[in-house]
Structures are given as structure tokens and as C-alpha cells.
């Protein structure tokens, strides 16, 4: 007995799947030659958040940075010698009086007509400040360490439900940190 599929069946199978591999094969969309170029704003971001140093190991400047972030009170999450990578983070109180009286107002309307809204429960309760920091040779500078530090923070409300996430662009945050590996190390890290 057989399985049921002529040869002219299965040929026929053969032939409308080679047209549609083929049609679908030249309906890929062609990437942009610039599409994996960083842009001049992400650029820019990087040379804010990168030093060089110039000292024997990327151990030193892991061993200076966990002294740095401890007295700028993060918590050290975990630290990977091998790979150059530190990862640290603090929790900070995101309560601001204006957006609760201005939410507890709300409720209170609410309240007035008949309802429950829970405006309130949207309020920020808790910021989760994440700091990383990466430590790789320098290919421009043999016998230098690249040290790149990146910081993000996330906005939690009342229910604990992410209210807003975002990393830190400020430069004075990144000369802040990087003053003060320089200070631990006693050298002065290069742009």
C-alpha cells in the first residue's frame, strides 16, 4: 500500500514551494548600509561615559572602583574579573510631595462624585539606580585600560509597576565618577 501522494502530487508540492521560497527571498528588505553606525548622539554618549587609564591591570581599576561606588553608597550586585565587568545598584526614595498632593487631590474629587480612581497608587515610590562599569584594553593605546561606566535608573509607583526608565546623559555625572576613580587610583584618566 502506499502513503497516498502521487509522484505528480509531490512534484507539484515541489514546484509551488521553490515559487514561494523564491518570492519570499525577494521580498526581504535590504538593510541601510549606515544601519548598524552609531549616531553622533550615541557617540557623543560614550566619549561622556569613557576615561582612559593608564595602569598595570584592568584588576586595578576594578579594585578602585568598588571602593568609588561604595562610598558614593551603591550596593555591589556582582563583579566579574575576568570579563572587566562591575555591576552595582542603590535604591533611592522617588517620593515627590507636589505629585502627591496633587494625586491625593485627585482622589479626593474622585471620592466626591461617587468614585474610587486610586490616583494616588500612581505616585513614585522608589528609584533603582544601576550603575556598570566595563574595563577593556585600550586597542588606541597599548598598555591602557578603557573604562566605561553606564548609569540608568528606573521609577517605580506605589503598586511597584515601572513608571519610568531611562539612562543618565548628564555629563557631570560621568566626570563625577570617573574624579573619583582617578582620585582611588591616583592618576587622572584621560578622554
Known sequence: MGSGITPRASS???????????LSAGCAAKIPADALRLN???????????RIFEVESETAILAASVAVIQDME???????????????????????GSEKAG????????????G??????????????????????????????VARVTVQYVVFDKQGRVKK???????KVYEEIFANLSKSLFLGGTE
Open 12 to 22: 507539484r508540492a515541489a514546484v509551488v514551494f521553490t515559487v514561494l521560497a523564491a
Open 40 to 50: 553622533e548622539s550615541s557617540l557623543e554618549l560614550r566619549a561622556k561615559q569613557s
Open 74 to 96: 551603591y550596593n555591589l550586585d556582582y563583579i566579574e574579573k575576568p570579563l572587566g565587568v562591575l555591576s552595582a545598584s542603590k535604591k533611592v526614595d522617588a517620593d515627590s
Open 103 to 114: 494625586l491625593i487631590t485627585m482622589d479626593i474629587l474622585c471620592a466626591m462624585t461617587g
Open 116 to 145: 474610587s480612581c486610586g490616583y494616588y497608587t500612581t505616585a513614585s515610590d522608589e528609584q533603582v539606580i544601576s550603575l556598570t562599569l566595563v574595563v577593556l584594553p585600550s586597542l588606541a593605546r597599548p598598555g591602557s585600560f
Open 165 to 171: 526608565r531611562s539612562t543618565i546623559e548628564d555629563a
